[in-house]
């Protein structure tokens, strides 16, 4: 993979503040690589140990790890668990008055729920979703705001063993059916519209709309909770109000006991090809890298006050909104609005007001908190933080040393962790209280997590040489199937070149010590602003209007966003230019925020007449990526069929 070098040049080290060091889980070091080498003599033993320490089991399981059928990995198979038993009631006994939530509305208001009052509201809802004839395995989709209600309404699916599959309240109505579609959904959970910014968001219209697109059938109901009292257009047989359902039924809702392996979720995300693929995770093995990640990433305590700013819509908000915390019994906020509203200074403000303890957010929000407000967080005393975290993409050293003197005073650690929708959980971060940080490195794999670097016939590299990152084993919080697709599922992720690897999809390299660096996807995967978009995607939806002839979509590095999308579009007319290519332009990107959701829309669209190919007709990427940055074309272009196209591509014209 000698195409693959790191352009990264860090040297700085920052080794944990003494105080943190002290107070922390995994103290020094040494106490890390106690855990590592423990999972390499016994590694079932190591996470056995763990599971049946950590996860309240109704029924003990007796065998840890099954890989008979490979790669359909079975972990804790034969035990016996409930998810929401192990995020509620077992902290009941002790805990029952301590805050589960508080929720802060885009308004500023603040709504605090106990883990009481959660136990409450969470077996009324469950109770009301089974007299709607939902049950074990039955597949629920649901399309809401950040709320109280989401997680109630994810925690009372697992409470009855019915899978959820959140989707993002950004997708369009047609993602959103596509989604109801292949996960075969029987009911639909949604709001009347949710606020964000001021702004209202319209949900309700979006289901309606999802459900008249065809294939549908299996949907028997949609809950709406009122959160903007909106008006929206009401199917006496179908639709109900959840205030209404959920005020009908008794506080106690017996769990409902699962097999390890049940499907807890499905969350859809994009891959190179094709459409979404629904990423299943299991109950057991999920649950115990969501627990596993929060003590050793997050350090987490009982006094702590944790702050993960995702959506339930993405895994970040699954794994550190829905789930860790709340089988941590943890005191969580819980946010309905955006960063920048009412002011640049919200999150800073936030932290103060909860006096959070906890952070964790995405480089790309860091990114634009500089650029609107750099010294916005000294208005605000933060002295309650003292561990920071970012997720989705690979920091810049800049935004990290801002993030760690600014946000941090320099004494709090920030855990850049790696992962992604199929791991479930953390994989490479830093166990902060024992390793050393340097600024744009996830450092270093989570002990029973065993990671390499490969060349593309799995080959391990020696050495600092960049290649594929890999899985090499098994473990508990990993992906176990794409829903109802075993075939794309092993093409997508053991390719047998790799024999047995779980190929992550990501570039790295490693450094002298050890130290993982993240390059980015190795495939024709986007991350805009933390998120996961596949160019395929867009293509198709920009080749689905009647004006489009054919469409590449490429990435090109923003400084607030990590990449943009540029698109190149050949029209089935004449090329445009000037003022109708603009006016094109804007309905094209309308178009797409339509097909997909906004975050997809492109950045740039450029019309050519054609797209550069190679004599066989293949669109030639590299070439497309090198004019999207404004690169000279140097490297050589003689397989190219067309090289006049390349000049009239160079210039945006959309
Ligand atoms: C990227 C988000 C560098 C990576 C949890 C991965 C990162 C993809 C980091 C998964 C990080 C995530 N440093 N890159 N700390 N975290 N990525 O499924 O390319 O939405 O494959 O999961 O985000 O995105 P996903």
Known sequence: MSSIESV?????????????????????????????????????????????????????????????????????????????????????EKRANKIALIFEADNGDVTNITYKELHQRVSRFANALKKQGIGLGDRVIIYLPMSIEAIIAMQACARIGAIHSVVFGGFSAKSLHERIVDVGAKLVITADGGLRGGKAVALKSAVDEALTLGGC??????????????????????????????????????????????????????????????????????LLGAIMSMKWVFDHKASDIFWCTADVGWITGH?????????????????????????????????????????????????????????????????????????????????????????????????????????????????????????????????????????????????????????????????????????????????????????????????EDGYFWIMGRIDDVLNVSGHRLGTMEIESALVANPLVAEAAIVGKPHEIKGESIVAYVVLKGERPEGEAAKAIATQLRDWVGKEIGPIAKPDEIRFGENLPKTRSGKIMRRLLRSLAKGEEITSDISTLDNPAILEQLKQAAG
């Open 8 to 92: 990264l040049t860090e040297t700085r080290i920052f080794a944990p503040h003494e105080t943190f060091r002290q107070a922390a889980t995994v103290s020094g070091l040494p106490a890390y690589q106690a855990l590592c080498d423990a999972a390499e003599q016994d590694y079932t033993g190591f996470w056995a140990q763990l599971a049946q320490q950590e996860i309240t089991w109704h029924t003990p399981f007796t065998e840890t790890l099954d890989e008979s059928n490979a790669p359909f990995f079975r972990w804790f198979a034969d035990g016996k668990l409930n998810a929401s038993y192990n995020c509620i009631d077992r902290h009941l």
């Open 217 to 286: 059938e299996a949907v028997t109901h949609v809950i709406a909770y009122q959160r903007t009292g909106v008006d929206i257009a009401w199917n006496p047989q179908r639709d109900l109000w959840w205030h209404d359902i959920e005020a009908a039924e008794s506080d106690y809702c017996e769990p409902t006991w699962v097999d390890a392996e049940h499907p807890l979720f499905i969350l859809y995300t994009s891959g190179s090809t094709g459409t979404p693929k629904g990423v299943q995770h299991s109950t057991g093995g999920y």
């Open 319 to 511: 794994s550190y909104v829905a789930y860790g915390p709340l089988a941590l019994g943890s005191t969580q906020v819980v946010f309905e609005g955006v960063p920048t509203y009412p002011d640049a200074g919200r999150f800073w403000q936030m932290i103060e007001r909860h006096k959070v303890s906890i952070f964790y957010t995405a480089p790309t929000a860091i990114r634009s908190l500089i650029k609107l407000g750099g010294d916005l967080p000294n208005k605000y005393d933060l002295s309650s933080l003292r561990l920071l975290g970012t997720v989705g993409e690979p920091i810049n050293p800049e935004a990290w040393m801002w993030y760690h003197k600014v946000v941090g005073k320099e004494r709090c650690p920030i855990a850049d962790t790696w992962w992604q929708t199929e791991t479930g959980a953390h994989m490479i971060a830093p166990l902060p209280g024992a390793i050393d940080l340097k600024p744009g490195s996830c450092t270093r794999p989570l002990p029973g997590i065993i990671m390499d670097i490969v060349e593309e016939d799995g080959t391990h590299i020696e050495g600092t040489g960049g290649g594929l990152l890999v899985v090499k084993k098994p473990w508990p919080s990993m992906i176990r199937n794409i829903w109802g697709n075993e075939e794309r599922f092993k093409k997508s992720y053991f390719p047998e070149e790799l024999k047995g690897l779980y190929l992550a999809g990501d570039s790295a390299h490693r450094d």
